[in-house]
């Protein structure tokens, strides 16, 4: 049952990421995005990283997310012009991701290790909270802390730049 639920989430992760960028209307988009994320959170929790999983829904479809579609509401953006089918874009395009699939196949039956199960990573000994926390501010504080500060000064900007004169 694991793996099929495994498979679903995956399967409903790539649908709604292109749906990301395939979606003309911002809102639609972001939207999408809150639903890509939640279903890599429940593919974390098929993979028994609890705590990464929980992670993903409150930091990024939560507050990410709703930093996004503040932004996308304070912009104003509206529905993307139609535009004329461009034939080359789309052919140099499916080359593209026909190459990478064909090499995302070699790659995958190149390795015979990809054909057995592995065992869980879970230690009972040791919390992964405990073990995310400690590697957090440990290993990666200042870089956790300039990207705080880059958020910060982003959302400063986009309040900064479309803010309307006064008369």
Do not use: C, H
């Not at 988009?29 to 994320?37: G, N, Q, T, Y």
């Not at 929790?45 to 479809?61: K, N, P, S």
């Not at 000994?125 to 802390?145: C, I, K, W």
């Amino acid at each position: 049952m694991q793996l099929v639920l495994f498979w679903v989430f995956a399967i409903l992760m790539l649908l709604f990421a292109g749906a990301v960028v395939l979606l003309r209307n911002p809102v639609s988009s972001a939207l999408s995005l809150v639903m890509s994320f939640v279903s890599l959170a429940a593919l974390f929790i098929t993979l028994e990283a609890f705590f990464i999983g929980v992670v993903q829904v409150l930091v990024y479809a939560g507050a990410v997310m709703v930093l996004f579609l503040f932004i996308i509401m304070l912009l104003n953006l509206r529905n993307e012009e139609t535009r004329r089918l461009n034939l080359g874009a789309w052919a140099g395009g499916g080359l593209v991701v026909i190459a990478f699939v064909g090499l995302l196949v070699k790659v995958i039956f190149s390795f015979p290790g990809f054909a057995f199960a592995k065992p869980p990573l879970v230690n009972p000994q040791v919390s992964d909270v405990a073990l995310v926390g400690e590697t957090l501010f440990r290993d990666f504080s200042f870089p956790f802390q300039v990207v705080g500060i880059l958020l910060l000064v982003s959302t400063v900007g986009v309040v900064l730049l479309s803010k309307k004169e006064l008369k």
